[in-house]
């Protein structure tokens, strides 16, 4: 399976960065093509210009990112790793989401309502660390989640989306980030 690893952290020593190692090395192990995305590594630029925004209904509105929008296209499988940062992921992530993300890639919007356009896409899996308790994201509904779930869904028709959360990062012990990543390990090797 063709996958694309996407990975937000600005430090590449980070428990983030862990995670994203661990999950390219399992998925090449397992026999899958993988691309690996850091989008710090390759600064990414985030912002969306001027002119990106006048084009970005238009079919002229993938100058500039076409090598992403390529990759995108070429994925079976989209795996995420990122920290979870006031409700939502890193800018950086969020830039990519706006400038690659576009209509006439991810989906079509007419009459019909949104036509998905990533049906490409078999699987997504979601790796996130957040500060805040599992609990605290329960109790408001857990909007990063559940965003990121309605949007993958609607955009792809995708029924095979993963959702890894580490909650209380700022609190977990070294053995409760060992089992997080253990537990990272399983979904992968069922990848």
Not at 135 to 148: H, I, S
Request: glycine fraction near 6%.
């Amino acid at each position: 399976m063709n996958v694309l690893v996407v990975y937000a952290h600005p430090n590449p020593e980070s428990y983030n960065a862990a995670l994203f190692k661990q999950t390219c090395e399992q998925l090449t192990r397992a026999g899958h093509n993988i691309h690996p995305l850091d989008l710090y590594e390759i600064d990414f630029e985030a912002r969306m210009s001027c002119e990106e925004r006048v084009n970005y209904m238009t079919k002229d509105n993938t100058n500039g990112i076409e090598d992403h929008v390529a990759k995108l296209r070429w994925a079976e499988a989209v795996v995420f790793v990122y920290p979870t940062w006031w409700m939502g992921p890193p800018a950086i992530l969020k830039g990519w989401l706006d400038r690659v993300w576009l209509p006439g890639v991810v989906a079509t919007f007419g009459p019909n309502g949104v036509q998905p356009g990533l049906t490409n896409i078999k699987k997504f899996m979601i790796i996130t660390t957040q500060g805040s308790s599992h609990w605290r994201m329960a109790l408001v509904g857990n909007p990063p989640r559940k965003m990121f779930k309605l949007s993958l869904k609607a955009i792809s028709k995708c029924k095979d989306i993963k959702w890894l959360a580490l909650y209380s990062m700022d609190k977990n012990t070294e053995e409760d980030r060992k089992q997080f990543m253990e537990k990272v390990g399983k979904h992968l090797q069922r990848f």
